[in-house]
């Protein structure tokens, strides 16, 4: 019989408002599996830490959230957002769902149409568009969202230059009753900017206003922000066709959606508190349909959902590398996975989960990264049992943003792995080697 592992007793304060005198239970679910492949296994093929994605997840989350929709309005688009996870692998599963790309910048651009995305289903955001990047656009009769007037005034010239149209919208930033409010992109609703832009796009010969896009904020819990922004939107478009009779073509809702994530400070957790599909879906097609648009002329609905799309499919799994007690008395753990590789958890309290069966006892802990800095910290303080060096980890609902905004520092950026569905691990990129740092670096001659 394997002899059992000691545990040294563990005086935990006594809460208010318990039932008994014990506490509530603070035993931590374990997670062992990944789409029912042991985390040890993955771990001792690719290595710790190494970062999963669930193609099946991800899958039925798109349709998910593109039932949520279609059933509410007859003309639905999604476009994926290449920032939330510029993966090829990623990109490609979205788009064979159906999901055009949604790109803010030249190099998302290239890997879209790299990725066998036709130039007339990528819809190009962002303030940063260089003259090429637009020229790249216009030819290949991409949908362009005009951030600010001297864009506006670069693309009228190089149309004219290229003797082309050029097929553009605005995107809209407006008061939704969200703080703080969103005001760094985009022309503004209230001030008339909006609608100044609209008049110059449609009194130029080069241009084809064919949408208006907006994105109201990040992580938003308030269903009902996104009505009101589809209420502005639809109201612009019933003023350009009263003015120019001129029909828009669709409506870009953008994206920002929350996932189940729990934010820094919030006193509920995430999955209690954030808006369903259904429920954002509820609000911005009821909106549209409410609206004064002609019932025959409704705008195609485009929305540009990633977070809540892929956070869910996300994983990243680790291995406790040390155990230490802080001069405050609370315990710390130190995981080999950082901040640099888990951005989010600067601003998510993310869930740790041992992935072995440990103590059922906890300890308010922090939980550090393997950096040699002070803010390479995880968790500042989470109920969790006490784990051995060398047992695993593992770090749910990070599927979005890590992948894109993760640093090389101090340590090289580990395996991402794919789970297909038919259950089998493919590498969708190869961990980061002392080579390829080199392959890049020039060291001039006199210091050889």
Known sequence: MEKLKYERPVINKIKAGVPDKFGMST????????????????????????FVLSENKIRETYNEAYRAFST????????????TNYLDAVCKIYHSEGSWAEVVSGFEYDKAIDNGV???????????????????AIEKKSF?????????????????????????????NMDTGIYPQWDRFGFNYENGEAWNALNRIMLSNNLELVGLHTHIG??????NAYGIAATKLAELAVRVHRKFNHH?????MGGGFASNNTLKGAYLPGKDTCPSFDDYAESITSALINSEIEPDHLPTLFLETGRAMIDEAGYILGTVLANKRLTSARRSTIVDIGINLLFTSFWYDHEIYPAQESSQQTEDTTIYGPLCMNIDMLREAIQ????????????????????????????????????????????IRKKESNDLFKSLEIVPEHLK
């Open 144 to 172: 362009i969202h005009i951030d600010h007037f001297d864009e506006l005034y670069s693309i009228i010239r190089i149309a004219d230059n290229l003797k082309q149209k050029a097929k553009v919208a605005i995107r809209v």
């Open 248 to 252: 828009i073509k669709y409506i870009d």
């Open 218 to 223: 990040t992580y938003i819990l308030s269903a």
């Open 118 to 136: 036709d130039g007339s289903k990528i819809l190009f955001n962002g303030p940063d568009k260089s003259d090429k990047d637009l020229i790249k």
């Open 27 to 50: 035993k931590i679910k374990t997670i062992s599996k990944i789409e029912g492949i042991p985390v040890k296994d993955i771990i001792k093929e690719y290595g710790s830490p190494v």
């Open 72 to 83: 509410r309005y007859p003309k639905v688009q999604f476009s994926w957002s290449y920032k």
């Open 384 to 427: 969790f049992p006490l784990l051995q060096k060398g047992d695993h980890i593992v770090i749910p609902r990070i599927g979005a943003y890590n992948m894109t905004q993760w640093m090389q520092f101090i340590t090289l950026r580990p395996n991402i792995l794919l789970i297909d569905t038919n259950k089998n691990i493919q590498i």
